[in-house]
C-alpha cells in the first residue's frame, strides 16, 4: 500500500508535469536573460556639452599616481576642461608625501592649465606619511591600537585631506562666488564623454552621481564606500552587485541606481552644499567610537551628513565605468552590452543564492552593539552615518595604511 502512490505520484509528476515545469524555467530565464542584455546593449547617445554651460568645481587628492597622471589623467583633464570651457571651471589639486615624480607629472598639468587661461590651485607637499606620524599624539584622528601605540587613523587624515582640497571652493563661495558641481577625480581613466554622462545623471538632478570603478574587472572596487539602496554592503563584487531590490533593478535597466551612497572613481555633488549656511565637510567617526573597532570611509559619511541625500538621492551611473589602469577600462568598455549574456545569467542566480542564503544581520548587529555601548558613555555621542560602519580600524604607516 505505501509504494503505490508514491509511484503513482512519481509518475504524474515526472513527465506531465516536470518537463514543462523545465521547459518553462528555461524559458523564462532566457527572455530575463536577453530583456537586461538588449538593455544594456542599448547604444548611448553622446552628449556634446552640459546645457546650459555649468561652473565645475574639479577636486583630487594625489599619492604616488605618476604613471597613470602621466599616461591618462592629466591628458583627460585638460580635454575635459576643453569642452566645458576654461573660464566655467575652478581646477583643486592637492599632492603629499609622494616617493614617485607624482609632483613633476602635476607640475605638467599645471603648466598646461596655465596655458589654457583655468582658475586653479596645484599644492605639492612634501609632508610624508612619516612626518603626519611624528606629530602631536594626543590631538585629534590617533587611536590607541592593539600594538600597544598612539597610532594615526587613516579617515580622519583622508577626510582633511578632501576638507583642504574643498579650501577654495568654500572661499570662494563665501565670496558670492557660485559653482554648479563640484566634480571629484579620483586617479583613474576616464573620458570627457564619462563626465558629461555623470554630471547629466537624472538631468542633473542628484544629491550624488557616482560612476563605477574598476581595478580588476569584472569586480568593481571600493567596496568601503558603496551602500545600496537599503544602507547594505554589496552581496557581490560582481554583476548585479546589490541586495537592494531598488538597486538591483535600476542595475538590470541600466538606469541610474539609487544607493544610499557610493565614491567609486568619479563622483559629482552639488556645489552650494559644501558653502554656508550647510557647510558640509569630510570627517571619519569620532576617535571614541573608533575605539570599537568600528570605522568608516569619509566618503560615505558626507552622504549620511549631506541634507539633499534625501531630498534628491544618491545614484550610480552604471553607464559611467571608469578604470585605476587602461586594461580595466578597456575591458569594461565592449562593443555593445558590457555585461555578457553569460555573465547576465549567472549573475543573477549567484545574486539570488546569495540573498536567499546570506544575511547581513551578523554585521549589523556588531555594528549596532558598538554604537549602543558607545552612545552611552557620553551624553550626544550620536553617529548618524550608521550604515556606513564596518569592524575594521585603519591606521596611517610610512608605506601606506594598515589594517590593526
Ligand atoms: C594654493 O592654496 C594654498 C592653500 O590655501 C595656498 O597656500 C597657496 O598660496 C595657493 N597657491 C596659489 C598659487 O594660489
Ligand atoms: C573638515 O572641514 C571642516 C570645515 O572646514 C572642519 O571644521 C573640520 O575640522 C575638517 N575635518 C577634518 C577631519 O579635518
Request: charged share 20%; glycine share 6%; aromatic share 10%.
Amino acid at each position: 500500500m505505501p509504494i503505490a502512490p508514491s509511484y503513482s505520484v512519481r509518475r504524474i509528476v515526472r513527465p506531465r508535469v516536470a518537463r514543462p515545469l523545465l521547459i518553462l524555467f528555461l524559458l523564462l530565464n532566457a527572455v530575463q536573460v536577453l530583456y537586461i542584455h538588449n538593455a544594456l546593449s542599448r547604444p548611448e547617445p553622446s552628449i556634446e556639452t552640459i546645457q546650459p554651460p555649468q561652473r565645475i568645481y574639479i577636486a583630487s587628492i594625489h599619492w604616488n599616481n605618476e604613471a597613470i597622471l602621466r599616461e591618462y589623467w592629466n591628458d583627460a583633464v585638460v580635454a575635459l576642461v576643453d569642452v566645458l570651457g576654461p573660464r566655467n571651471v575652478f581646477v583643486s589639486i592637492l599632492e603629499s608625501g609622494s616617493w614617485d615624480n607624482s609632483k613633476d607629472a602635476l607640475r605638467d598639468l599645471d603648466y598646461r592649465l596655465e596655458k589654457q587661461g583655468v582658475l586653479r590651485n596645484i599644492t605639492v607637499s612634501d609632508t610624508t606619511h612619516k612626518d603626519e606620524m611624528e606629530k602631536n599624539h594626543n590631538a585629534q584622528g590617533w587611536i590607541q591600537t592593539a600594538r600597544g601605540q598612539k597610532e594615526l587613523r587613516r579617515i580622519p587624515y583622508l577626510a582633511r585631506l578632501r576638507n583642504e582640497s574643498l579650501r577654495h571652493l568654500v572661499q570662494l563661495l563665501e565670496k558670492g562666488e557660485t559653482f554648479d558641481k563640484v566634480l571629484f577625480l579620483n586617479d583613474v581613466v576616464f573620458t570627457t564623454q564619462d563626465v558629461l554622462k555623470l554630471l547629466n545623471t537624472n538631468n542633473g538632478e542628484y544629491a550624488a552621481a557616482c560612476s563605477l570603478d574598476y581595478a580588476r574587472p569584472p569586480h568593481y572596487y571600493d567596496t568601503f564606500a558603496l551602500r545600496d539602496h537599503d544602507g547594505y554592503e554589496h552581496v557581490m563584487q560582481t554583476w548585479p552587485y546589490f541586495r537592494s531590490g531598488t538597486s538591483r533593478n535600476a542595475m538590470k535597466r541600466h538606469s541610474p541606481v539609487p544607493v544610499s551612497s557610493c565614491w567609486n572613481g568619479i563622483v559629482s555633488m552639488p556645489a552650494a552644499v559644501f558653502g554656508p549656511p550647510t557647510n558640509l565637510h569630510f570627517r571619519g567617526v569620532s576617535d571614541s567610537l573608533a575605539k570599537y573597532h568600528v570605522e568608516g570611509s569619509e566618503c560615505c559619511l558626507i552622504h549620511a551628513d549631506n541634507p539633499l541625500s534625501a531630498s534628491l538621492g544618491v545614484y550610480i551611473n552604471p553607464r559611467v565605468r571608469v578604470g585605476y589602469n587602461g586594461p580595466a577600462y578597456d575591458s569594461t568598455h565592449p562593443k555593445g552590452s558590457w555585461v555578457s549574456l553569460w555573465q547576465i545569467l549567472i549573475g543573477l542566480w549567484q545574486n539570488r543564492f546569495r540573498r536567499w542564503f546570506t544575511t547581513p544581520s551578523l554585521k549589523e548587529l556588531f555594528k549596532k552593539r558598538a554604537v549602543r555601548r558607545w552612545s552611552l558613555e557620553e551624553r550626544g555621542n550620536h553617529e548618524n552615518g550608521g550604515f556606513c560602519l564596518i569592524n575594521e580600524m585603519q591606521v596611517l604607516v610610512e608605506n601606506g595604511w594598515a589594517h590593526v
